[in-house]
């Protein structure tokens, strides 16, 4: 579609139309009304502008947090409101990504939980559009915020078998309680992470994210890249506006170009 530009210079009237690329993308945003499990009724899906059930596409899980709960039809636009989805509605999400001379575009599985998630729901999402997507299953990545955060550190770390099929996770301010054990399976399972956090969180303390990342560097059989995490100076609970900022970077690399650089 086009946008009409009006310019007034004196007396002179410029028209100019110029293509609207966020509207495009988020045209490509669509909401499905499908039960995976007993605790979600429903997704939000986000295609390339080139997909092509011939080609495959890496696959990034977008978990949400506590307040964007619901049935999964009338509720599910609450799942817009933060993150990768907010982005992509208000056309700041970039559309490709160049990593290592590659250009990659992603689909973007988002559901909506009814209740707190548990690992057996998130594992079933992973299934679902891994079957019914055109995923490149060595390029399978989870981030989630918050709630989500910890349901995504609660996947990995229950079953190395699920672990084993993620490539890399981006966990923010995550609501788990860290323990050992799941941290090592987690390091078993060889999964790259990068965690972030503020250091002023007063909803999800920041040391569940100290704890992960502490427990899996330390794992008897340490992952072959060391967890990593980012602790940002400032007070209150939202991390992932500036994790999600595709011009903040560590490195070189934007959490999401840090993910496409690791693969299964």
């Known amino acids: 579609m086009k946008r009409r530009t009006i310019f007034l210079f004196g007396s002179f009237l410029f028209i100019l139309f110029v293509s609207s690329s966020s509207e495009g993308i988020s045209q490509r945003l669509e909401a499905k009304t499908v039960t995976i499990d007993t605790n979600c009724n429903g997704f939000y899906q986000y295609l390339p502008k080139d997909y092509n059930k011939h080609k495959k596409y890496p696959l990034l899980i977008f978990l949400h947090g506590v307040g964007e709960l619901g049935n999964g039809s009338s509720d599910l636009p609450k799942v817009r409101r933060n993150g990768i989805l907010k982005m992509i509605q208000d056309g700041t999400f970039p559309d490709s990504f160049v990593v290592n001379g590659e250009e ?24 679902y559009a891994v079957k019914h997507y055109a995923v490149d299953k060595k390029r399978i990545y989870i981030t989630g915020l918050s709630m989500g955060g910890g349901a995504l550190w609660e996947c990995i770390g229950n079953s190395k078998k699920y672990g084993k099929k993620v490539a890399a996770v981006v966990p923010i301010c995550g609501a788990s309680l860290a323990d050992s054990i799941k941290a090592q399976t987690i390091a078993r ?35 072959r890249e060391e967890a990593r995490e980012t602790i940002f100076s400032v007070q209150g609970h ?19 170009e840090w993910m496409l650089s690791h693969h299964r």
């Open 104 to 127: 990659y575009r992603f689909i973007i599985f988002a559901p909506q939980f009814i209740h707190w998630p548990w690992p057996k729901t998130t594992q079933a999402i992973v299934d």
């Open 189 to 223: 399972a060889n999964v790259a992470v990068w965690a972030t956090h503020n250091e002023g969180d007063r909803t999800v303390t920041v040391e569940f994210t100290h704890k992960y990342i502490r427990y899996i560097n330390s794992a008897p059989v340490p992952p």
């Open 238 to 256: 939202d991390a992932w506006s500036k994790t999600y900022d595709p011009f903040f970077k560590e490195n070189g690399l934007n959490v999401y």
